[in-house]
């Protein structure tokens, strides 16, 4: 659907790379290129170590998450807790440039729980910078540790994006993306006149389709071109050898819940997909027929 948009990676700890099962938590395809490994970690050493097996892996970007709220992750002392520790990032950020040569990035929330004011965030850029990563991005919210779920911290904490748009006016030299309630390209258009990227979540996933726009739009090259059932029909070698390699249906079919989104059957499409997916004996011949009954709605409203 793009050629151009930048795919990261869900966040993988340090010790689940260094201790657990690397190739699992590593493994991606050609066609994600370019693909960034997200790592949680407050170790310069582990996170040193670890970037260098996604470097050796193939990854194009390392990026250190500062941002994630999680009880999870605030009892291992890292993401979004790291906000408060910017000499402790730098060193890591140091460490991981040292046993790296692809860019190491940062992702990060404005502030922790009550921190109001936009100092905390410019300090913490302009420290975290000193060792060596020039790509910021910033989710434009803060992380509230207590009180609300990983879920509600991504809805619920008010966005500040003037305060993204002052770190790009106060730090012009570094590559400063901007991340939080983006639901258009259009929207997207509109910050990028203010910072140098964006980074879609949650509406990339809810409407997947809508990155078949972005090559076009935002990066003025000519769009890819492909139809919903294009897509489609290119995933189903890969949901044959994930079956192959001992997963599950549901294990590919819940990322593509969206692909029909705010088409006719798109509702079909997903019914199909919820009901049957998790079931035990559910095959890839649940996708194909979902694809096939929707294709087949489209066309009686273009008849």
Same mark, same amino acid.
């Given at each position: 659907?793009?050629?151009?948009?930048?795919?990261?990676?869900?966040?993988?700890?340090?010790?689940?790379?260094?201790?657990?099962?690397?190739?699992?938590?590593?493994?991606?395809?050609?066609?994600?290129?370019?693909?960034?490994?997200?790592?949680?970690?407050?170790?310069?050493?582990?996170?040193?170590?670890?970037?260098?097996?996604?470097?050796? !892996?193939?990854?194009?970007?390392?990026?250190?998450?500062?941002?994630?709220?999680?009880?999870?992750?605030?009892?291992?002392?890292?993401?979004?807790?790291?906000?408060?520790?910017?000499?402790?990032?730098?060193?890591?950020?140091?460490?991981?440039?040292?046993?790296?040569?692809?860019?190491?990035?940062?992702?990060?929330?404005?502030?922790?729980?009550?921190?109001?004011?936009?100092?905390?965030?410019?300090?913490?850029?302009?420290?975290?910078?000193?060792?060596?990563?020039?790509? !910021?991005?910033?989710?434009?919210?803060?992380?509230?540790?207590?009180?609300?779920? $990983?879920?509600?911290?991504?809805?619920? $904490?008010?966005?500040?994006?003037?305060?993204?748009?002052?770190?790009?006016?106060?730090?012009?030299?570094?590559?400063?993306?901007?991340?939080?309630?983006?639901?258009?390209?259009?929207?997207?258009?509109?910050?990028?006149?203010?910072?140098?990227?964006?980074?879609?979540?949650?509406?990339?996933?809810?409407? $997947?389709?809508?990155?078949?726009?972005?090559?076009?739009?935002? !990066?003025?090259?000519?769009?890819?071109?492909?139809?919903?059932?294009?897509?489609?029909?290119?995933?189903?070698?890969?949901?044959?050898?994930?079956?192959?390699?001992?997963?599950?249906?549901?294990?590919?079919?819940?990322?593509?819940?969206?692909?029909?989104?705010?088409?006719?059957?798109?509702?079909?499409?997903?019914?199909?997909?919820?009901?049957?997916?998790?079931?035990?004996?559910?095959?890839?011949?649940? !996708?194909?027929?979902?694809?096939?009954?929707?294709?087949?709605?489209?066309?009686?409203?273009?008849?």
């Amino acid at each position: 659907m793009t050629r151009r948009a930048r795919v990261y990676t869900e966040m993988v700890t340090t010790g689940a790379l260094i201790h657990g099962d690397s190739q699992r938590h590593l493994q991606f395809n050609d066609e994600e290129h370019p693909v960034a490994l997200q790592l949680g970690g407050s170790s310069p050493k582990e996170l040193a170590i670890a970037a260098k097996m996604g470097a050796d !892996f193939g990854y194009d970007e390392i990026n250190l998450n500062c941002g994630c709220p999680s009880d999870r992750v605030q009892n291992g002392a890292f993401g979004a807790c790291l906000m408060r520790e910017p000499l402790l990032v730098r060193d890591c950020v140091s460490a991981m440039n040292d046993a790296v040569a692809i860019p190491v990035t940062v992702k990060h929330r404005l502030g922790i729980d009550d921190d109001n004011s936009y100092n905390i965030v410019r300090d913490f850029v302009g420290t975290v910078a000193q060792g060596g990563s020039h790509v !910021f991005i910033a989710h434009a919210r803060n992380a509230w540790l207590k009180g609300l779920s $990983p879920k509600e911290n991504r809805e619920v $904490p008010p966005l500040k994006y003037d305060w993204v748009y002052r770190l790009k006016q106060d730090f012009p030299e570094l590559t400063i993306v901007l991340n939080g309630g983006i639901t258009s390209l259009d929207d997207s258009q509109r910050h990028l006149e203010y910072v140098d990227g964006v980074m879609l979540g949650r509406e990339a996933y809810q409407n $997947p389709w809508l990155l078949s726009q972005v090559d076009a739009q935002l !990066f003025d090259e000519p769009q890819p071109g492909v139809r919903r059932l294009d897509v489609a029909e290119w995933l189903m070698p890969y949901l044959d050898s994930t079956i192959a390699d001992g997963g599950r249906v549901n294990h590919v079919l819940r990322h593509v819940l969206g692909l029909y989104q705010r088409q006719p059957g798109g509702k079909l499409f997903r019914r199909l997909l919820s009901e049957g997916m998790h079931k035990p004996d559910a095959t890839p011949d649940l !996708f194909r027929a979902a694809v096939e009954r929707t294709e087949e709605v489209i066309a009686r409203r273009r008849a």
